[in-house]
């Protein structure tokens, strides 16, 4: 009888770890939502350097932006043969995009818009609002003076004209949001507003895009002709913390001194956390930063992905 009780209690217990294993086992398991979380990673489509020999190098920015289930281009390089041929490479389907970026109207940051608007002719593009643009513009058509005095014929649109002016556009097909001042365009997503009174570059409109993480700004910039300084700046006004800036810093022709003043300036001043130069940076540039920055300077060439959020750092690929 007693042999009988134990063997009795040892299945009882065995049934009963059984359960506890197969539950446990199932607590365990990552949860189908973690596993297909959204990526949080931006991309670099179109550089001039890069360890990738797959990839084509040009001079120019194209970069995709994945965060919070969106899919954002960010410029598009300056040749849309090269755009495609690298999104190929990568495996980036650019005719799945939730909208597209044109910082400025420079030809290397929008030359490859050809290609996007090929696979994906109704994407909403942001780009700056800027006097008879490339983009297109518009205006009242009491911007000029009239004289009543002349005959119809000697006077625009016969002295009828429209109420509104509209002006054409590179693109006559695509469909524009031309911006002139910072907005938020999603929650947490903003658009930087800048212009330029730089000399080379006087009155241009930039556009630099602003995502808010929980670790603070995530800052991309496209040639920063503005200013660096100037742009980050404005995104201090969205959230002080600058947790990166990556893009085209507009070093490449600088000397040390304003090398140094601009990479004391985000250091030091603004204390950006991290820094993933590319484009226009400059190669002493390159080399500025990343003996200020130390590990918080990211490698930023074409075909390489940076993660959003802190355990993704450094996880440097050549595709996604």
């Given amino acids: 009888m007693k042999s009988y009780l134990r063997m009795m209690v040892s ?7 059984m359960f506890c294993l197969i539950a446990c086992s199932e607590i365990s398991k990552p949860s189908t939502k973690a596993i297909n979380s959204p990526k949080a990673q931006i991309t670099v489509l179109y550089d001039a350097f890069g360890k990738n020999p797959a990839l084509q190098k040009d001079w120019g920015y194209a970069a995709l932006i994945e965060y919070s289930g969106k899919r954002i281009l960010f410029d598009t390089g300056d040749n849309p043969d090269i755009l495609a041929h690298n999104a190929k ?20 940051h929008m030359g490859g818009l050809n290609y996007v608007l090929r696979v994906n002719p109704k994407v909403k593009i942001y780009a700056p609002k800027e006097n008879f643009g490339v983009y297109g513009f518009s205006l009242p058509s009491t911007f000029y003076r009239k004289d009543n005095s002349l005959p119809p014929e000697q006077r625009y649109y016969d002295g009828k004209p429209p109420e509104i002016m509209k002006f054409g556009t590179a693109w006559p097909e695509a469909n524009f949001e031309l911006v002139e001042k910072t ?93 993933a130069p590319s484009h226009c940076t400059g190669e002493p540039a390159f080399t500025a930063f990343k003996k200020a920055f130390g590990n918080h300077y990211i490698y930023a060439g074409l075909g390489t992905s940076i993660g959003l959020i802190p355990t993704h750092y450094h996880a440097e690929s050549d595709g996604i």
Avoid: W
């Fill in 183 to 275: 907005t938020e365009i999603l929650p947490g997503i903003h658009l930087i507003f800048q212009i330029s009174d730089k000399p080379t570059t006087m009155e241009l409109r930039e556009l630099s895009l602003a995502i808010q993480t929980p670790e603070g700004v995530v800052l991309i910039v496209g040639c920063s002709h503005p200013g660096l300084d100037k742009i980050v700046d404005a995104a201090t006004k969205i959230n002080k913390r600058i947790y990166m800036v990556t893009g085209g810093f507009h070093q490449v022709a600088a000397k040390d001194i304003e090398i140094e003043q601009i990479v004391s300036t985000l250091h030091n001043t603004f204390k950006v956390d991290f820094v």
């Fill in 89 to 108: 490479v990568l495996g980036v389907d650019l005719s799945k995009l939730d909208f597209v970026i044109m910082s400025h109207r420079h030809s290397d």
């Fill in 11 to 17: 299945i009882i217990y065995a049934t009963s770890l």
